[in-house]
C-alpha cells in the first residue's frame, strides 16, 4: 500500500504543478539504419537476409516558472512492430540537478549498468529459445510501469557520485497460473573520477522483484547485483562488468512454463576511435542453471559465449557506414547448441 500511495502521490504533484506555457517544446531525433547480414549457423545452411532499425523519438519539455523542468517523450515504430503500448512516462527535473521519473520509470540498478563495447554492427546469431543463458549486466532489473525513478543530482554524498532509488507496483490485477510481476524496488550508484589522464567510471545496482502465482509468492524471485567498470583515455576506452541473479523466464505463454534462471555473465569491451573511424571488439561470457519447477534449482548448464567486432566510418554528419561481426558458441541443458555460429553485417546508420 505504501507503494501505491508514493507513486500516486508523485504522479498528482506531476499532473499538478503550476504556471506552465500553454504550448510545450517539441523536438524531434532518430534514425534509420540498414544493411545485410550474411550468417553461417552452425547445424544449417548459410544466408543473407537485410536487417532495419528504424526509430522516431518525440520529446517534449517546459519549465515552471519556479525553474522546475517537466518533460516526457515517446517513440512511434514501425506498423509490424507495434504492440499498442507506448512507454511513455514524466520526468520532473529540479532545480538542485536532481530528478524523478514517474510512470515506465524502470529500475534504478539497470539505470547504472556499465555500457560495454561490442560490434555496433546489427548482425545477430540465433540460440536455442530455452536457453536462458544471460547476456547483459541488466538481466535482473525487472519492473512495471507502474512505479517512480529518484535520481540525485552530481556530487551526492560525495565528488563524482549519483545515486537513484526506484520502485514499482502492480496493476491490480489477481496473479494467474503463469508467473506475474508484482513490483520491485532497486538502488543503483554511478562513481566517477580521475587517475591522471584517465577517467575512470564505476557502476553498481541491486534489485529486488516480487512475482506472484495463482495469488501466491513464488520460492525465488528476480533480483539481483552488477558491478562494472569504464577508463577511458584519450581515444581508448576500455570497460569490463559481471552481474549475477536469479530471473524468471517464461518459456511457453500457452502452458505456462515458468522458469527460474540462476545466472551470472561477464562482459569486457575495447573501442578505439581514429579520426573517423571507430574500431569495436567486444566479448561476453553468459552462464545460467535453470528449471521448468520455479524454486528449484537447475542440475545442468546453459551457456553463451560471444566474440564480436566492428569498424564504423563517419562517411558524413549523421551517416555512418558500419562493418560488423559476431561469433556465438553456445549450449543448452549441457547440450551444444547447433543453432548457434557466426554472422557479417555490413550496412549504414543515418542519424537526426
Known amino acids: 500500500?505504501?507503494?501505491?500511495?508514493?507513486?500516486?502521490?508523485?504522479?498528482?504533484?506531476?499532473?499538478?504543478?503550476?504556471?506552465?506555457?500553454?504550448?510545450?517544446?517539441?523536438?524531434?531525433?532518430?534514425?534509420?539504419?540498414?544493411?545485410?547480414?550474411?550468417?553461417?549457423?552452425?547445424?544449417?545452411?548459410d544466408s543473407r537476409s537485410q536487417k532495419n532499425d528504424n526509430n522516431f523519438t518525440v520529446s517534449l519539455s517546459e519549465t515552471t516558472d519556479g525553474g522546475m523542468t517537466i518533460s516526457s517523450s515517446f517513440m512511434l515504430a514501425n506498423e509490424d512492430a507495434v504492440?499498442?503500448?507506448?512507454?511513455?512516462?514524466?520526468?520532473?527535473?529540479?532545480?538542485?540537478?536532481?530528478?524523478?521519473?514517474?510512470?515506465?520509470?524502470?529500475?534504478?540498478?539497470?539505470?547504472?549498468?556499465?555500457?560495454?563495447?561490442?560490434?555496433?554492427g546489427a548482425e545477430s546469431v540465433t540460440v536455442t529459445t530455452s536457453n536462458n543463458a544471460p547476456t547483459g549486466l541488466d538481466f535482473a532489473t525487472d519492473a512495471t510501469k507502474y512505479g517512480v525513478e529518484y535520481h540525485s543530482a552530481a556530487d551526492f554524498l560525495a565528488d563524482g557520485l549519483k545515486m537513484s532509488f526506484s520502485l514499482s507496483t502492480d496493476d491490480g490485477t489477481a496473479a494467474g497460473s503463469t508467473a506475474k510481476l508484482d513490483g520491485h524496488v532497486a538502488l543503483g550508484a554511478t562513481y566517477v573520477t580521475d587517475l591522471g589522464d584517465t577517467a575512470v567510471t564505476i557502476g553498481a545496482g541491486f534489485s529486488q522483484s516480487e512475482y506472484a502465482k495463482t495469488g501466491v509468492a513464488l520460492t525465488s524471485d528476480d533480483g539481483g547485483v552488477h558491478v562494472g567498470v569504464s577508463a577511458v583515455t584519450g581515444d581508448l576506452t576500455v570497460a569490463i562488468g559481471f552481474a549475477d541473479g536469479d530471473s524468471i523466464a517464461t518459456m511457453d505463454s500457452t502452458t505456462s512454463n515458468d522458469v527460474q534462471v540462476d545466472g551470472e555473465v561477464v562482459k569486457a569491451g575495447v573501442k578505439y576511435v581514429s579520426g573517423d573511424l571507430t574500431f569495436n571488439v567486444g566479448v561476453v561470457a553468459g552462464s545460467a542453471k535453470d528449471s521448468?519447477?520455479?524454486?528449484?534449482?537447475?542440475?545442468?548448464?546453459?551457456?553463451?559465449?560471444?566474440?564480436?567486432?566492428?569498424?564504423?566510418?563517419?562517411?558524413?554528419?549523421?551517416?555512418?557506414?558500419?562493418?560488423?561481426y559476431s561469433d556465438v558458441d553456445s549450449s543448452n541443458e549441457g547440450t551444444n547448441d547447433t543453432t548457434d555460429g557466426s554472422a557479417w553485417y555490413i550496412g549504414a546508420n543515418m542519424a537526426f
Open 1 to 45: 500500500m505504501k507503494k501505491e500511495l508514493l507513486i500516486g502521490t508523485a504522479l498528482v504533484s506531476t499532473l499538478g504543478a503550476a504556471s506552465v506555457a500553454e504550448a510545450v517544446t517539441a523536438t524531434m531525433s532518430g534514425n534509420h539504419q540498414t544493411g545485410v547480414q550474411f550468417s553461417s549457423p552452425t547445424g544449417s545452411a
Open 292 to 324: 521448468t519447477t520455479i524454486g528449484t534449482a537447475g542440475l545442468t548448464e546453459d551457456s553463451y559465449d560471444k566474440t564480436s567486432a566492428s569498424v564504423s566510418y563517419a562517411v558524413a554528419s549523421g551517416v555512418t557506414a558500419i562493418l560488423g
Open 83 to 120: 504492440d499498442g503500448d507506448l512507454d511513455a512516462g514524466f520526468t520532473l527535473a529540479f532545480t538542485d540537478g536532481s530528478k524523478l521519473d514517474v510512470l515506465n520509470a524502470g529500475n534504478a540498478s539497470g539505470s547504472h549498468d556499465i555500457s560495454v563495447p561490442g560490434s555496433a
